[in-house]
């Protein structure tokens, strides 16, 4: 505002000036003439340029005919252009907020960086996953606060579809897949995915694997290592011949056992029904359990139950009884002859619990933890010579994961060990 009037005072001064020393020399007539000329010279020329806006201001607005004059044309659509500009910034405002909420909401971490991997804005799950604080790091270079020269090569590159692996990134325990992708001409939108659970599957898929190949190798080695011996024609005694063919038996129940276990872990770990809520009767589960305990002791342990409410359990009947027998099994199996054994059933804050106490050789406290893994195992040879699969207690934990239960282990080395499956009240149904 400040230079148009500046400008057009300046041009009247010369104008006038100009008319006075024409004036003072040809007459006062010819002063006037050229000072109308002038004047009406710069009104042409002002009118035309506001025409021209007039003309542009109805293009850009898309209206027709405006009443009143000129000027309360051109002032009017420049209100409304005005106008329109707010609307649409407010929109623009409004979309931006959107998309930092979405943004905000998403599980990947999205970070917008400019050309000079300075941080422009990023999402919370950015920040958990690498470490940093939009309000305080808001203008850093990415590069300055992650000081990994492969992250620092992966932004110098050009955009590749192959994302950068990053393990610990400031210290954290996370494993990221990195990603850049290309936003606009002078930002770049750096987008982070968190795959430690991925990559710790792929390590139990691994053990898995290599686990089972392992207690396969073992019952397939001896009883191929007897055929080729049968093979060979060589003459054996009976009672040799008994002792071979009793071990691989053996051997071949052990891996049927395995392969058993396997798919019913695997079948209940891919469960996608609910868990069933047939009534099942606890004092019929005890019944069956001291039988299965006394007819795997055959008569080495003292084997008792205690049970004094009537209670029933809302579940599956098959499941429950395979994870109680698990327990017992474990007992039996890990309890010197003469030990002691009690099952037991009580309520406990209107929880059911049902537990298996034994007097046997107990469990280190840094074992307890990883007992329900699957094929892990305190004593290898101990759990060979007994049978065991180190399946059992995963199957009992997925169990009680099915019946909203939880399994409780307390062990002491050398006095024994008791195994609680808790079962939540509103599974238990009194008598």
Known sequence: ?????????????????????????????????????????????????????????????????????????????????????????????????????????????????????????????????????????????????????EFGAYLKAPPSELPLLLRRVRGNDLSLSIQVVPYSAEERMLVSHDITQVERDELVRQDFVANVSHELRTPLTVVGGFIETLLEGKPLDEGTQRRVLLTMQAQTQRMQRLVEELLTLSRLESQLYSTPDDLVPVNVLMQQLVQMGRQLSQGQHDVQSVFTDADSVLGSESELLSAFGNLVTNAVRYTPPGGQIHLNWRRERGDGIFSVQDSGIGIPPEHLPRLTERFYRVDRARSRETGGTGLGLAIVKQIAIHHDSKLEICSEPGKGSTFSFRIPAHRIVPK
């Open 1 to 149: 505002m400040r230079h148009f009037l500046k400008y057009t005072l300046s041009a009247l001064l010369v104008i006038l000036t100009f008319s006075t020393l024409v004036s003072l020399a040809f007459g006062w007539v010819w002063g006037l003439g050229l000072l109308a000329l002038f004047m009406t010279a710069v009104a042409a020329r002002d009118t035309w340029h506001m025409m021209t806006l007039k003309r542009w201001l109805q293009q850009q607005m898309g209206s027709g005919y405006q009443p009143g004059g000129t000027w309360n044309q051109v002032f009017s659509q420049l209100y409304r252009l005005e106008k329109h500009g707010e609307q649409t910034q407010q929109k623009l405002r409004e979309a931006l907020e959107r998309f930092q909420h979405a943004g905000a909401a998403l599980p990947s971490g999205v970070v917008v960086i400019d050309t000079a991997d300075r941080i422009r804005w990023c999402n919370p799950s950015a920040e958990k996953h690498l470490c940093i604080q939009l309000n305080q790091d808001r203008g850093q270079s990415l590069t300055y606060l992650i000081r990994q020269p």
